[in-house]
């Protein structure tokens, strides 16, 4: 693990505790078993496996040229669908439990909202859209951050960037007198601290964000830091020179963790506290799973002892031995109700 040498942590800590650090989730942030980046492994696979809807498709920016237009809604339902039944990485419930007001996220998903409503913690959910009317908001608070979605949501199709013509429509509104909210601004304007996790720089739509949120100037030039996976030299040169933004050599898992670990040593963040009733739960009906499967195993055996008596009963002529197989059987159907009644009361 990277000893973070030359990184300003009390300043961080300060920020965090003031409102005034901000921390940018990036899509690389969420990786495949084999450590690839989940969009660029999923887009990688319905290129090929929809050859049919697409005319082109470009790995470096991620964007699809569709036959037709309606091609994209199969595309769109394929990715949501993908991500419907992802869970989080335990990073992001580090992340919800650190104090941040405002999380902006430059990826369509939901993931760190879900994880927000599973641990019933208040929240706020925004996305830009270019096709859509800008909504303002008056406060976002450590009580109530804001998770703002740059580039689209799964809430609404038409606001995901898949192909150039989502990119222009997008670059055409951002870039226009609306642009980003005032909020937004306001918040950007305050900072001190920038944190951005899991972002390949050296990717061209990075470089334009960072623009567009006038990264590329001196103001607001105080800490910036990075976490990425496996970044290559000069990135780390270009993204000190015209960002002022410095990668540190580390895993994001581990950056994490040790952000973590000092806001919770800090004296004054106080961390957020989850609601673990959804584990609770999970517990409790993996008990319950278990009692049932112990239930239906005994059920079973009683069934089949029931069948064997019955079938004696039918071949046996002794009225001693029936009179036997019957009180037997009697028992016995008396044990499977018990045992019925039981899985019906769990």
Request: hydrophobic residues 40%.
């Amino acid at each position: 693990m990277s000893t973070y040498t030359n990184y300003n942590w009390d300043d961080l800590m300060y920020s965090i505790e003031q409102k005034e650090a901000i921390v940018f989730l990036g899509p690389e942030i969420l990786t495949n078993e084999q450590g690839k980046g989940i969009y660029d492994a999923l887009f990688e696979q319905l290129a090929e496996t929809r050859k049919d809807a697409i005319l082109d498709f470009y790995p470096k920016e991620g964007l699809f040229l569709f036959k037709q237009e309606m091609h994209k809604g199969a595309y769109v339902r394929q990715i949501k669908q993908h991500f419907a039944s992802y869970k989080a990485p335990e990073i992001f419930t580090r992340l919800v439990e650190i104090p941040f007001h405002l999380y902006i996220n430059v990826s369509p998903d939901m993931i760190l909202q879900k994880v927000f409503e599973n641990h019933k913690l208040k929240n706020q959910f925004m996305y830009f859209s270019a096709t859509e009317p800008m909504v303002e908001l008056t406060e976002v608070s450590k009580e109530n951050p804001l998770i703002y979605n740059m580039i689209g949501s799964f809430l609404k199709d038409e606001s995901m960037i898949l192909s150039h013509d989502d990119l222009f429509l997008y670059l055409k509104a951002i870039l226009g007198e609306s642009g980003l909210p005032t909020f937004f601004k306001k918040n950007l304007a305050a900072s001190k601290d920038l944190i951005f996790i899991g972002f390949q720089f050296n990717k061209w739509y990075m470089q334009l964000l960072l623009r567009i949120l006038e990264l590329d100037k001196a103001k607001f030039a105080f800490n910036r830091v990075a976490a990425s996976h496996n970044p290559q030299g000069e990135v780390k040169e270009l993204c000190a020179n015209q960002f002022n933004i410095r990668i540190i050599d580390t895993q994001i898992d581990d950056f994490i963790d040790e952000l973590y670990k000092r806001c919770k040593q800090s004296e004054n963040i106080k961390l957020r506290a989850l609601n673990n009733s959804e584990k609770i739960e999970q517990a409790q009906n993996e008990v319950k799973q278990e009692q049932q499967d112990v239930i239906k195993e005994r059920l079973k055996r009683l069934l089949r002892l029931l069948s064997e008596y019955e079938l004696e009963l039918d071949l046996e002529k002794d009225p001693t031995q029936r009179m036997s197989y019957e009180m037997k059987i009697e028992n016995l159907r008396g044990k499977i109700d018990e045992a019925k009644n039981e899985l019906k009361n769990l």
